[in-house]
């Protein structure tokens, strides 16, 4: 598929944040790869959102809290368990120093409070309280939604879902994303790509 990005075009750029790299608190494996082809793709959109998961210490979604292990379910939430990651203001928390991204129109910081994580740059894992994202993007014009970054099974994916949902055309650029991979999560987010219409490109696929 060959496509060219249009005005009505946006790129979001999920949680290129220095804990999710080689040597961070939740290193994503091979992360590091996503960084040259999201600074091209960059240049390319007239509007680019860039995402960093803010939480606080104690958070719901530290493993830490719950003085359980990382990458466990907690049974009580069905909350996913990780390690402390993205603390506000710590250096996990900042943006990767090579990524590149002199349009960015807007920065969301998401999963701020202590009760609720955060995934999607859309919605909180509630499934109701609004980043107002998606109002943003239509009085923009917005019309198709493309989607990068980390980790592709977790914020990725519920950023692209929250999109469709939202009524947005939606591309995932497969090689500008990278994944945890925990229980089956990668294949899960393939088929719910599938049956949601949310399509997987390449990069090399914009034009
Ligand atoms: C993420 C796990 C926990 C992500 C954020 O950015 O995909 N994953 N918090
Ligand atoms: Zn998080």
Request: hydrophobic share 45%; proline share 4%; net charge negative.
């Amino acid at each position: 598929m060959a496509i060219t990005i249009q005005p009505t075009d946006a790129l979001i750029v999920v949680d290129v944040q220095n804990d999710f790299f080689p040597g961070g608190a939740l290193a994503v494996a091979d992360g590091d790869a996503v960084i040259a082809p999201i600074n091209t793709l960059a240049t390319r959109f007239s509007h680019v959102i860039v995402t960093q998961d803010w939480h606080p210490t104690g958070h719901i979604s530290f493993a830490s809290t719950h003085d359980r292990q990382p990458f466990e379910l907690h049974l009580g939430t069905q909350q996913r368990l990780w390690p402390d990651h993205c603390v506000a203001h710590s250096e996990g928390a900042a943006l990767h120093p090579e990524l590149n991204i002199p349009r960015a129109k807007h920065t969301i910081r998401k999963g701020q409070r202590t009760e609720v994580d955060s995934y999607s740059a859309f919605l909180e894992n509630d499934g109701v309280t609004s980043t107002g994202l998606a109002a943003k993007l239509h009085a923009d014009g917005i019309q198709r939604v493309f989607v990068t970054g980390l980790a592709y099974d977790f914020c990725v994916a519920a950023t692209a879902r929250d999109a469709r949902t939202a009524g947005f055309a939606v591309f995932v650029i497969e090689d500008a994303c990278r994944a945890v991979d925990v229980d089956n999560s990668v294949a899960e987010t393939n088929s719910h790509f599938a049956a949601e219409e949310i399509t997987r490109i390449r990069a090399s696929e914009i034009l």
